[in-house]
């Protein structure tokens, strides 16, 4: 069985930074697109940033520059550094393994409060 846990969630202050992690476990990893969504209270699940097997990268424009994602194939994980983050970044990450099969894992609260 797959599963995606994610980690790195937690409370910060605006302009700080933070790098969530994503392992993956029960696939071939190196051969999903990695994607990180967010979904704030009382809006729509978004795309943040992808990460083909070879590396290409996508951002969405509300985090680009100020994001980085990464994968590692050898050990089946997939990280989202954020930086300068936001009040508006407040939400809960999750992490997306899109292949033959599509997985999701359960999610990471992210709060950007003073």
């Known amino acids: 069985q797959v599963q995606l846990v994610e980690s790195g969630g937690g409370l910060v202050q605006p302009g700080e930074s933070l790098r969530l992690s994503c392992a993956a476990s029960g696939t071939i990893f190196s051969i999903y697109v990695m994607r990180w969504y967010r979904q704030a209270p009382g809006k729509q699940r978004e795309l943040v940033a992808s990460?083909?097997?070879?590396?290409?990268?996508y951002y969405a424009d509300s985090v680009k520059g100020r994001a980085t994602i990464s994968r590692d194939n050898a050990k089946n994980t997939v990280d989202l550094t954020m930086n300068s983050l936001k009040p508006d970044d407040t939400a809960v990450y999750y992490c997306?393994?899109?292949?033959?099969?599509?997985?999701w894992g359960q999610g990471t609260q992210v709060t950007v409060s003073s």
């Open positions: 990460i083909g097997p070879t590396g290409a990268t």
């Open positions: 997306n393994a899109q292949g033959p099969r599509t997985y």
